[in-house]
């Protein structure tokens, strides 16, 4: 056989995976397209359900009728379509991730396909998790910190009505009207008040994806649980960090998030020690696990 023969062999079987991942790409990217479109139709009833936190806080603070503006003619078009983007990719993601699987599947032992299709099923639900917690449970706190300066301010024109024998409003969250000063009130931008509810959910939805990716590379022998565990104490103080930069100067939401992520570093070690002993089960069956040298 010749030198260009052995050329032609080798060349063969890549312009055969590259192929194949264009056509993966092509079906991910349509299924994609389609989701964006899907999600544009229901965006509006998205957004809403989205700033909800914050229509509730407001009414709380006595606010009959929340509202949110936008400034510009393109603002509110763009948001939506903003909305279509990460839900759309949510609606696909089965879609992409199948393609992604079969994809890398040929190339995986029997082994390997029983590892890693578990983890790939587990990550979206843990976003979806994290992402409801964030919306139900954090985004709800934030707002209440955040629009709670405006009660505090409700309650010095309360005071103020009451020296001053003024009819100024105590069950409308604004600062007190002076001669001299402006009316101050909230009047959210609709593209801000959802960027922050979206940095919610991605930094959230993310947190939760540390016991997957830690399980994922004990799995694959990057990561031990003891290593892990005598790595707790600088795992505090990462997650003290993460918490202070991704939430309010609140206390409370600090120290939810805090317990939470602490929760899942502490729920990653077990998984990890649960693969190891069932790697060390394996090994012992097949012959290759010497007891006495691991006693030593």
């Avoid at 759309?88 to 890693?116: D, H, T």
């Avoid at 009130?185 to 509810?197: A, P, Q, R």
């Avoid at 979206?198 to 694959?220: E, H, N, S």
Wanted: charged share 15%; net charge negative; hydrophobic share 50%.
């Amino acid at each position: 056989m010749s030198q260009t023969d052995d050329l032609d062999d080798s060349t063969a079987p890549l312009i055969e995976h590259l192929a194949e991942l264009r056509s993966r790409l092509i079906r991910a990217v349509l299924a994609f397209a389609v989701g964006i479109v899907l999600a544009f139709m229901v965006a509006e009833p998205i957004l809403q359900f989205l700033v909800s936190p914050i229509e509730q806080t407001l009414r709380e603070l006595g606010d009959p009728s929340p509202t949110l503006q936008y400034t510009s003619p393109q603002e509110y078009l763009f948001t939506l379509f903003r909305i279509s983007m990460v839900f759309g990719f949510a609606l696909s993601f089965p879609v992409i991730g199948f393609q992604l699987w079969r994809f890398v599947a040929p190339g995986l032992y029997k082994s390997e396909k029983g590892a890693f299709l578990p983890f790939l099923i587990a990550s979206p639900f843990m976003f979806l998790l994290g992402a409801s917690f964030a919306q139900f449970v954090v985004t709800p706190l934030a707002m209440q910190f955040f629009l709670g300066f405006a009660d505090v301010s409700s309650i010095f024109a309360g005071l103020l009505s009451q020296a001053t024998g003024s009819d100024v409003p105590v069950d409308v969250a604004v600062v007190p009207e002076t001669a001299e000063g402006v009316k101050i009130t909230f009047f959210g931008k609709v593209n801000e008040s959802l960027d922050i509810t979206l940095k919610f959910i991605m930094a959230f939805g993310l947190c939760f994806q540390l016991p997957v990716l830690l399980t994922l590379m004990g799995k694959a022998g990057l990561v031990s649980a003891e290593g892990l565990g005598g790595m707790r104490k600088y795992a505090v103080v990462a997650i003290l960090v993460l918490a202070a930069l991704v939430t309010p100067p609140d206390v409370i939401t600090q120290i939810i998030l805090f317990t939470v992520v602490y929760g899942l570093y502490e729920v990653s070690i077990f998984l990890v020690a649960r693969v190891e002993k069932k790697r060390e089960e394996q090994l012992r069956a097949e012959g290759f696990y010497d007891d006495e040298l691991d006693g030593e």
